[in-house]
């Protein structure tokens, strides 16, 4: 399966942006799809995941910023991201993986996808 992520752009401070990450080739109904950033001169840090039953994780859970959803019709998962800041600038990126290993670590996602780059304007 290929993904592709989409839906970054300039934004300003306390905007909103949805991100998409479609698959090509492959169903996601099966996988769980996490999404990852990396800002610049940073390392690769997770945003959350999605199982395939719709169970979520998110790494900052307290903030209430972000939601992650997928619509299988589609095969696509959404990152809803609220309240954004300047250090939120990074590119973003999704990949799959089962169901079965754990969303925290980065070498069980199998297939990876393109980023697609967030700029948050002070």
């Known amino acids: 399966v290929q993904l592709q992520a989409s839906g970054g752009g300039l934004v300003q401070s306390g905007g909103s942006l949805r991100l998409s990450c479609r698959a090509f080739?492959?169903?996601?109904?099966?996988?769980?799809i996490g999404w990852f950033r990396q800002a610049p001169g940073k390392e690769r840090e997770q945003v959350g995941c999605?199982?395939?039953?719709?169970?979520?994780v998110y790494r900052d859970s307290g903030s209430g910023r972000v939601t992650i959803s997928r619509d299988n019709a589609k095969n696509t998962v959404y990152l809803q991201k609220n309240s954004l800041k300047p250090e939120d600038t990074a590119v973003y990126s999704c990949?799959?993986?089962?169901?079965?290993?754990?969303?925290?670590?980065?070498?069980?996602?199998?297939?990876w996808g393109q980023g697609t780059k967030v700029t948050v304007s002070s």
């Open positions: 080739g492959g169903s996601l109904d099966y996988y769980s």
């Open positions: 990949a799959a993986k089962t169901d079965s290993s754990s969303p925290y670590t980065l070498s069980n996602y199998n297939y």
């Open positions: 999605i199982r395939s039953d719709d169970g979520t």
